[in-house]
């Protein structure tokens, strides 16, 4: 079973950390790249899902779903098209070839 192209109606912005170093303070700072925009899909989680996760102390309020990418990392983040900042908990490939879509479920930062 493929990713149905309909759900992907939300245009979100991928993030990369830049990190650098003030030559006068030694203090790092980092500043966020814009690494692209992809179609996805930004679905709440469902009741069960909320209590499961909220039975295991995580903070993960929404899944996010795009098309395989293989430069995904644990630092990035994800903006939303209102602006809502999303943190990835992790990047789960597709059941059947690894290879189609990601589902990616993030805390929401306030």
């Known amino acids: 079973m493929g990713l149905n192209a309909g759900r992907l109606r939300h245009r979100v912005t991928i993030q990369a950390p830049t990190r650098t170093q003030d030559p006068e303070t030694g203090a790092m700072t980092t500043t966020w790249t814009a690494l692209a925009t992809v179609a996805a899909a930004i679905e709440p989680l469902s009741v069960k899902d909320y209590i499961a996760a909220q039975t295991l102390k995580s903070k993960v309020a929404v899944r996010i779903v795009i098309r395989y990418r293989a430069d995904l990392k644990h630092d990035m983040r994800l903006i939303g ?17 690894g290879k189609e879509w990601l589902t990616i479920p993030c805390s929401v930062e306030a």
Not at 81 to 97: C, E, R
């Open 81 to 97: 098209p209102d602006g809502t900042l999303y943190i990835p908990q992790g990047f789960l490939p597709d059941p059947n070839s």
